[in-house]
């Protein structure tokens, strides 16, 4: 058998007609027509993710403004030049797809899952170049102090991003829960590379890339449970 | 003028507030986003439920339409989630499980002809769901690859693949079976 024969036989069989309950449409429309309404179309989706990138910036810089701005001030020129647009690049990235996953039918040009991956996968290599120094000091207490920061400045880029999104569709709630998370959490890191002056290698290498995995668990676990809660009609709005 | 054309500008009427654009809209889409629902093996009355809920959701999401883009992989990612959520919600109170004990049964049976036509679902019953879906959305809503993958959140190459891969299903299972003679029009 070949592909045209299936084609026809698929043709022929979608040619039948389908009939739809006349008594059903007149209710859905008698049920869309009661809060019909102009709506406005949502921002370009460049604004938006311009929105995003902005916010993530302006909460690194006021959470650093705020703590003190040791971390760069620390930095070399070449470490500075590394570091910050391999946090830009992907805090560009992740605003993208958060965008496209609160719009239905975007197309996805990477998988929140991916990006995630790829970000981690990044900023690990990058740090791993620059900073050499693998002696530590109060490894887990200063680790813990600094994972907590980077959270503490994730939660609310997650909010600002909440807001300038809220009005959107996700038809995949873990995944854009997957990209929020991801982005906040690299707001959060963008913090701590601008705070934190300590350069020992295992503490940025686990500690401040574990802000961005704890933040995108977070994110799509809440997006979970936002889901599994919601009852009909079943998504949530962003 | 593409077939798309008409739709984009009913769905910024629609948007506009014009109660006709979204009724033209309702009774022009609907058949096929009944027979979508209809496909992935939902029954008539579940599909009807499934068709109101999209409505409505369509409704509350229409700010999400972007114009000048396509509407149907917009329709028909939002009837998708619909349909997944609702699969997701029978599973949880055990509907689903009773209904999966009955599926291989349905899959293993070849397509029964009704007619001179064979049925459409009975003939993707045959097919894996993401195969089924790809197929429908190509087939049956006349979408394009590109369009398929918006609405499906995946990449081109990945709905090709699936779409490959759901022929080459088809020619295997329908291959022998008596309809094929009596509906490819004799052609080889």
């Known amino acids: 058998m070949k592909d045209r024969e299936i084609d026809q036989i698929l043709e022929r069989a979608a040619q039948v007609p389908h009939e739809v309950d006349a008594r059903l449409l007149e209710r859905v429309i008698g049920s869309i027509g009661q809060s019909m309404s102009a709506v406005r179309p949502r921002p370009a989706a460049g604004v938006l993710v311009g929105g995003l990138v902005l916010i993530s910036a302006a909460v690194a810089l006021a959470g650093a403004a705020l703590r003190g701005f040791h971390g760069i001030q620390k930095m070399n020129g070449w470490e500075r030049a590394s570091v910050f647009p391999a946090l830009i690049v992907p805090i560009w990235l992740a605003s993208a797809a958060l965008v496209s996953e609160t719009i239905p039918g975007t197309r996805r040009r990477v998988s929140p899952a991916a990006l995630l991956a790829t970000a981690n996968l990044a900023l690990l290599a990058i740090f791993a170049v620059l900073f050499r120094d693998y002696h530590t000091v109060n490894f887990l207490y200063q680790g813990l102090i600094c994972l907590a920061t980077g959270i503490a400045y994730a939660i609310p880029t997650a909010f600002g991003s909440w807001l300038l999104l809220r009005h959107g569709f996700a038809v995949n709630p873990v995944d854009a829960g997957l990209a929020a998370g991801t982005l906040a959490g690299l707001a959060g890191v963008t913090m701590l590379e601008l705070h934190c002056p300590n350069f020992e290698a295992l503490h940025v290498l686990v500690w401040h890339t574990a802000v961005i995995l704890v933040s995108a668990a977070g994110g799509a676990y809440l997006h979970g449970l936002i889901r599994r809660s919601n009852s009909k009609p079943s998504s949530p709005d962003y | ?188």
């Open chain 2, 1 to 188: 003028m593409h077939p798309d054309s008409d739709l984009q500008i009913l769905m910024e009427l629609y948007q506009e507030g014009d109660l006709a654009a979204a009724t033209t809209l309702i009774h022009r889409l609907s058949p096929q986003l009944h027979r979508f629902f209809v496909v992935q093996l939902a029954s008539r009355a579940e599909a009807d439920d499934l068709l109101q809920e999209t409505w409505l959701r369509i409704h509350k999401a229409r700010n999400t339409y972007r114009s000048g883009e396509p509407v149907l992989p917009w329709l028909y990612a939002i009837a998708r989630h619909i349909r997944v959520d609702h699969y997701r919600k029978e599973r949880r109170t055990g509907a689903r499980h009773r209904r999966l004990e009955d599926a291989p049964e349905l899959a293993a049976r070849p397509p029964e002809p009704s007619g001179d036509t064979p049925e459409l679902a009975a003939i993707l019953a045959l097919l894996p769901d993401s195969q089924r879906e790809v197929l429908e959305m190509m087939k049956v809503a006349g979408m394009s690859l590109e369009e398929v993958a918006r609405a499906t959140s995946s990449s081109v190459g990945s709905v090709k693949q699936k779409a490959h891969r759901a022929y080459e299903n088809l020619r295997k299972r329908l291959s022998g079976v008596e309809f094929v003679k009596r509906h490819s029009g004799g052609g080889s």
